[in-house]
């Protein structure tokens, strides 16, 4: 018997690395998912490996309906939404604040932050009805960084942009505290993912070299792997997990530390 039986999951960039990862670590657990992303061939195609009860909706998490339409879908489709991981995000061009193109910046911030806010605005009132009517309402994830929670040059939007997730995500929980949702959110450091090996490829370095220079800052000196995060998002979610809400939980290697 898993964890999360037959509890209706959201996820968010369901096709990238941290987002795929969620999927099956939730649907090993006996969840039941919802699934969005932007490439709609690519996130058929994955929910097709899954093996559990599964809908799908792609769309661009900067567009505000998507986010109504997948509260709506996870209702209709299961009668209610028991847990949101909002995951879905973009990188920066790794350079220094003044070279960050304008639109570049603004697409980040539109993607990375204002596409969690659009998600907590109609995620949360759904889990509060479900508390009123039946005393049991549900848990929020939000993928932040590391980068949310200290400096980090040559990603500055990027760092503006999850700082404002870990705002959101305290702000959020203190109005909800009382009102049966839990809202908490994972901040790793560089994990491999897509985002990661593109940084080895546009740095043009031999991959060892570049991910020492990626990891310079880490005591462990190693970029996260995708199942260490996933593991915080369980125990995040978890609803034996009942005492913790507002948490940054640092996946790190060790950079918090220091």
Known sequence: MGRFDGAAVLITGATGGL???AAKGFAAEGAKLIL??????ALERFAATLGTETATLAGNIADEDLSEALVKLAVDRFGRLDIAVNNAGIAQSFVRLPQVPSDEARRILEIDLLGVFYAMKH????????FKA???GGTVVNIASVAGLVGAPKLSVYAAAKHGVVGLTKSAAAEYATKGVRVNAICPAHTRT???DDF????GAPQDLALSELT?????????EVPEIVEAMLFAADPKNTFMTGHTLAVDGGVGAI
């Not at 995620?123 to 479900?130: F, G, H, I």
């Not at 080895?200 to 740095?203: E, Y």
Request: hydrophobic share 30%; aromatic share 0%; net charge positive.
């Open 19 to 21: 987002g795929q990862g």
């Open 36 to 41: 969005s992303d932007i490439d709609r061939a």
């Open 123 to 130: 995620q949360l009132p759904q889990m509060e009805r479900q």
């Open 134 to 136: 039946r005393g049991k």
């Open 194 to 196: 897509k985002m990661v």
């Open 200 to 203: 080895v490829k546009i740095s």
């Open 216 to 224: 310079r800052g880490v005591p462990m000196k190693r970029v996260g």
